[in-house]
């Protein structure tokens, strides 16, 4: 089966995993996940990520992050440009999300960035998902 969507997979994939208050959770490898992960690890809403090199694809291994209350660092995740409709935007209209406390993540030319990233260094592009 073909997947036409694969970050919205890794988002719903993260979602369920937290929900079921799991130590960990495997997504199917790209590098574009791979770089979504780090920004997310970057970010500190996940603890670490681990590539394993298990099949052709590979397996991409996301530990999850909770706080003592066992409450996931992550309240809440949502994919917003998607296949059927994308989602530009230019340096000047960076979206923050709920007012800054948020993670835009955008594909940019000069990779996968944060949203502050972008406005620093003066780009825009592909908003991929926001995290908060």
């Known amino acids: 089966m073909t997947m036409t969507d694969p970050i919205a997979d890794m988002l719903t994939r993260l ?8 130590k960990k959770v495997d997504v199917p ?5 791979k770089a979504v992960a780090e920004v997310l690890l970057r970010e500190k809403y996940i603890q670490d990520v681990k590539v394993l090199d298990d099949s052709a694809q590979g397996t991409i291994r996301i530990y ?14 949502k994919r917003v440009s ?19 406390l ?12 944060t949203d ?3 406005r620093n260094l003066g780009v825009g592009g592909e908003v991929l998902c926001y995290v908060w």
């Open 15 to 22: 979602r369920n995993g937290m929900r079921a208050k799991r």
């Open 116 to 118: 502050k990233e972008s």
């Open 64 to 77: 999850l992050k909770y706080t003592g209350r066992e409450e996931s660092a992550i309240a809440g995740l």
């Open 82 to 100: 998607r296949p059927g409709r994308r989602v530009y935007v230019s340096k000047d209209d960076i979206p923050r999300v709920i007012g800054g």
């Open 102 to 113: 948020g993670t835009a993540i955008l594909s940019t030319p000069r990779g996968i960035l």
């Open 29 to 33: 490898a790209s590098n574009l996940k």
